[in-house]
């Protein structure tokens, strides 16, 4: 029995899915074997005395300078990647290109000699182990793979191998083999012991009589290195022991350690036989995990198994949208659409005047497809709004995970404040970022809203809905039912294609998530209890309502508002404040609704589209009051706007209004400007591509500096800073009088840099503020020109450069690879002839890859002695490139600093730049939305519900998981809707959610605007 219940609980059926690794088993592998070869070089760094190591340090400040100058760029270029793991794209490519360019500096330096580390010999083997360990490989993959289709391997084998694996196995097993030859060299020693005196050498280290020996070789370093090198990583014997491998191996050098030493060496040489046992290792490992259908060993049961699988389960959610991408393929197409919507659309084409066309009219105002009136005959109602969702799914998920809580809890002093679900969602427009497309909406803005309410088990969502609303199983009209619903109202992205995408996932289908949607159109009128309305207005781009929506809403007004209702009116855009922002005035159709027709009916004007949330009041007078509220809340999920620029926003309509609530504070929105300066390359390193250019660009007519002699022979440090910025500004004077590429880029950028100055200030103001942040780039480019070249120069005087020409490393690595591998037999020829050439090429251009600075300076001299005139066009195109290598390096950390502390600026000193300079930061902290209570005695009750901090990492909601569902119920009846919690239960939400504002708007009476009070939480 018990074996039984065994196999009933361990289904092998289901083993091999269980053990399926998600990467190839040998990608696993690398891993360990990466941090043995870490653990390797760490011992073998400290095994030198330190006062050994002091001695051999360069004492010469130039070149520690130079050293630190260099580290420094390669620093602050690879930060922004620096425990990260990123998908493999620029991220991986910027890690990759760091590491051959920082080598191929590095070894041409001499300070690294001086401390007995020769780069050239390690680079140039591990470029040779490297290629040969490809091809070996490669061979033996295509062998296997031929067994495996004609049927002599398991056919569980049949899975490829990725190339990348290969690539990265063969690195570590490079870089083990360097590690080695580094401290034990490539040595065939050969010794006059017995051989059981050999072979019992590293274990006397562990007798009793040899104790001191032990303690003495821990004190003395290099005594227990050369016990490791000679015992346990001695060659395995001499090719007489193996006749057949003898034309096959390459041998060791020629060491003695006694006598006996005559004649040449046939001992194998131990870096191949190091290299030789991790090929072996490799191959025997693959073919037994690919031939048993991977590791069978220690099997999990199923239920271990699922249950394992959900603590690893974690939601896919989208990074915030990096807006300042020099390689985002949906920036460019946002900018497209933009063009296209603007120059076709708006004007021409207007999907509203279709919406018009195609809506039902019945008796006269009724209009089906845009009045609901299903909520009018409540007792009450609690709704909420948001807007500005579909960014980053951290923040979106957190904001719909607090909609679709049943009752948020909230203390306030000695009481618990409870406030319930809505039964309706208003939600204010830009539904997804960049534009709208089908994978932004069903990522951005679908995604994370079906996480925290799911939509019903029968939906489908590839369901279009063409008889809206489209009620579940049971309900016989809208009233009737009892969940959520969302209303939806378009954005300015949301009008970037058209409104096509908006019209096909909101007009036609039911469910966001657990909400259902009934509307059919991009505007609406909702009828809600105590004489309360809600006005849903479609700006599309220009910030007004077309012809046909005013007369619906114009004509809703005459026919069923009452004179003592009240009006909520939503809109995308906040014109109040971005009308009083850019000195301009828009909404003229919906300016004349609100003043002309309601006439002190619009109790509350709500809006999104910036990212902030603001609540503007009236300021009691005998003038009328068109709009008592003014209230911006546009935290739905979107990156933060600032607030402290909007502060001295005063007027509407002749009224007076002051700022009764601001989030995030006004001190805060100032402070968190400073991240330009600190973190602008880090949130956007995508940004190199376009940076590094501009400045190479702007810097290419100057290269080279031949005569620099002035700099380097001053005595004095500030006579080499006066002639290192005397230099800067001749170059810049010759940028103006000579050059035409630096010239011609120069002045592009001006006019893109006055051009990019919102027309808020004065036209001088634009122009004086691009010529200062075009004048900075300019300076910094040239400094960072003129740092490049003094390291050049440096290095040509002192024979570190322009010594050998082209293929050097290739060249001395065949001066010395018979010297220190020695090839009796032939092998390397015989490789040669077997690939056609194509092994040793492979190598030469590889080692010439790293050779890039002594390219630039071989060419530079030729330059600096003959004029540009001698060279070729290949000439050009190879220095010019080469050059670009290392300037892009220097230049992307320094083009980041230089703007962000521009945008830093703008933002704080003179107010302008709102957007470009919060859009940088990407900061999905601070989001919030409003619930709303009309209450039974038809007041409107607001509060304002926000987080400081969203989570990062989120895990199975474990109450979720337990809770029953039954397939027909509906998911806004379960006591816990959303899937995922925070992995931290101090930083979830519903555990760090307050209210940062509260007010209370009063009810209408005897044709009284009314009154209103409120306070404000802090």
């Known amino acids: 029995m018990g074996s039984d219940r065994l196999l009933d609980t361990l289904r092998m059926e289901r083993v091999r ?21 870490v653990v390797g070089c760490l011992f073998f760094i400290s095994s030198d005395n330190m006062h050994t190591l002091v001695e051999k340090l360069d004492k010469n400040v130039k070149w520690w300078s130079m050293y630190a100058c260099l580290l420094g760029f390669f620093y602050f270029f690879s930060s922004p990647f620096l425990g990260k793991t990123i998908k493999p794209s620029y991220s991986n ?44 490989l490669l061979v033996f993959h295509i062998v296997f793979l031929g067994l495996w289709y004609v049927g002599l391997v398991s056919r569980v084998a049949g899975k490829r191998p990725e190339i990348l694996t290969i690539l990265q196995n063969c690195a570590v097993l490079s870089i083990a ?170 004007g021409r084409f207007d999907m509203r005047m279709m919406q018009a066309a195609m809506t039902k009219v019945e008796n006269g105002a009724q209009q089906g497809d845009l009045l609901y009136d299903h909520f009018s005959e409540k007792e009450d109602l609690w709704f909420d709004f948001m807007a500005d969702t579909g960014d980053g799914g951290n923040s979106s998920y957190t904001v719909a995970r607090l909609l679709a809580k049943p009752s948020i809890q909230l203390t306030r002093g000695d009481s618990v404040l409870s406030l319930p679900r809505g039964n309706l969602l208003l939600i204010g ?26 939509p019903p088990s029968w939906y489908k969502p ?214 330009n300066i600190l973190k602008f390359r880090k949130k956007n390193w995508q940004f190199d591509f376009i940076g590094g250019i501009i400045y190479f660009v702007l810097s290419f007519s100057t290269f080279p500096q031949c005569k620099l002699d002035h700099i380097l022979q001053h005595d004095t440090f500030s006579g080499h800073l006066w002639s290192f910025f005397g230099t800067v500004w001749n170059a810049f004077m010759y940028v103006l009088e000579h050059s035409y590429v ?76 018979s010297e220190h591998f020695p090839d009796p037999t032939g092998l390397r020829s015989r490789i040669e002839q077997w690939t056609f050439g194509l092994y040793p090429a492979c190598i030469k251009y590889l080692m010439s890859a790293f050779d890039v600075p002594e390219v630039m300076a071989v060419t530079r001299s030729n330059i600096c002695k003959n004029g540009t005139e001698s060279l070729s066009r290949g000439g050009a195109v190879i220095y010019y490139a080469s050059v670009f290598l290392y300037f892009w390096v220097f230049s992307t950390p320094v083009v980041s600093l230089v703007f962000g502390s521009y945008l830093y600026i703008c933002i704080n000193w003179f107010h302008i730049h709102f957007d470009e300079a919060f859009s940088s930061l990407r900061i999905a902290n601070y989001k919030a939305f409003t619930r709303f209570h009309i209450n039974k005695d038809g007041n409107l009750e607001v509060f304002t519900l926000a987080v400081d901090k969203i989570p990062k990492e989120w895990k199975l909601d474990s109450q979720w998981d337990a809770e029953p569902k039954q397939p027909q119920q509906m998911s806004h009846h379960r006591r816990f809707p959303s899937k995922w919690r925070a992995v931290t239960s101090q930083q979830d939400p519903l555990n760090t959610v307050k209210i940062v504002d509260h007010f209370v708007i009063q009810q209408t009476e005897n044709s009284d605007i009314g009154a209103s009070k409120g306070s404000v939480i802090r």
């Open 17 to 37: 899915t269980i053990f399926t690794h998600t990467y190839p088993y040998p990608h696993e592998h690398s891993r360990h074997a990466i941090i043995a070869v």
């Open 93 to 136: 490519f910027s890690r990759w290109y760091i590491a051959w360019i920082l080598v191929a500096a590095l070894y041409h330096l001499p300070s690294f000699q001086s401390m007995g580390v020769d780069l050239r010999m390690n680079l140039s083997l591990f470029l040779t182990i490297y290629v040969s360990s490809i091809l070996f």
């Open 177 to 346: 083999c360097c590690v080695f030859y580094s401290h034990c060299g490539n040595r065939a020693i050969l010794r006059d012991r017995p051989l059981a005196r050999r072979n019992s050498g590293w274990f006397s280290l562990w007798k009793k009589e040899e104790r001191n020996t032990w303690l003495a070789s821990l004190v003395r370093m290099n005594e227990l290195k050369d016990r490791f090198c000679s015992s346990w990583f001695a060659p395995v014997g001499s090719a007489s022991d193996y006749p057949l491998l003898s034309k096959w191996v390459i041998y060791g050098e020629l060491g003695c350690n006694g006598s006996g030493c005559a004649g040449s060496s046939d001992e194998i040489s131990p870096i191949y036989s190091l290299w030789a046992t991790f090929i072996g290792l490799y191959i025997a490992n693959y073919v037994v995990e690919r031939s048993t259908g991977w590791a069978l060993s220690h099997p999990l049961s199923v239920q271990e198994y699922e249950k394992s699988k959900k603590k690893q389960m974690k939601p896919d959610f989208l990074d915030m949208v990096p807006w300042y991408s020099g390689t985002s393929a949906d920036l460019f197409k946002t900018v497209f659409d933009l063009l296209v919507s603007v120059t076709v659309f708006v």
């Open 429 to 454: 427009g830009d539904l997804a970022y960049p534009n709208p497309s089908a994978f932004t909406y069903e990522k951005r803005l679908f995604c994370p809203f079906e996480y925290a309410l799911q």
């Open 462 to 675: 590839e369901h279009i809905s063409v008889n809206k609303p489209e009620l579940p199983v049971g309900v016989s009209e809208l009233k009737q039912y009892d969940g959520p619903q969302c209303f939806v109202i378009p954005g300015n992205h949301d009008w970037f294609d058209g409104l096509h995408t908006f019209m096909r996932y909101i007009c036609h289908k039911s469910w966001l998530g657990g909400w259902f949607m009934p509307q059919k159109k991009s505007y609406f009128a909702l009828q809600l209890p105590k004489r309360w309305w809600v006005f849903g207005l479609d700006l599309a781009l220009h910030n007004d309502i077309d012809v046909y929506q005013f007369k619906f809403f114009s004509e809703l007004i005459k026919e069923k508002v009452g004179d003592n209702d009240s009006v909520i009116i939503m809109t995308h855009e906040p014109n109040w404040l971005l009308d009083w922002y850019w000195n301009s005035v828009s909404g003229k159709n919906v300016s004349h609704l609100i003043c002309d027709y309601l006439k002190g009916r619009c109790k509350l004007q709500i809006a999104g589209d910036l990212h902030h949330y603001m609540r503007h009041s009236y300021v009691p007078s005998d003038r009328p009051v068109h709009v008592q509220h003014l209230l911006v809340n546009g935290c739905g999920g979107a990156f933060l706007h600032p607030t402290h620029v909007f502060s001295n926003f005063k007027e509407l309509y002749g009224t007076n209004y002051e700022t009764k609530a601001a989030y995030p504070s006004l001190e805060d929105s100032s402070r968190i400007a400073l991240g």
């Open 742 to 817: 630096s010239l011609a880029g120069l002045v592009v950028l001006l006019i893109v840099a006055i051009v990019f100055v919102p027309p808020k200030v004065s036209r001088k103001k634009q122009a004086i503020i691009g010529i200062l942040h075009v004048s900075s780039h300019l300076a910094a480019a040239l400094i960072l020109m003129l740092l490049l070249e003094l390291g050049v120069e440096t290095c040509i005087r002192h024979n570190l450069l322009a010594t050998s020409g082209y293929h050097t490393l290739y060249q001395w690595y065949r001066s010395v690879e």
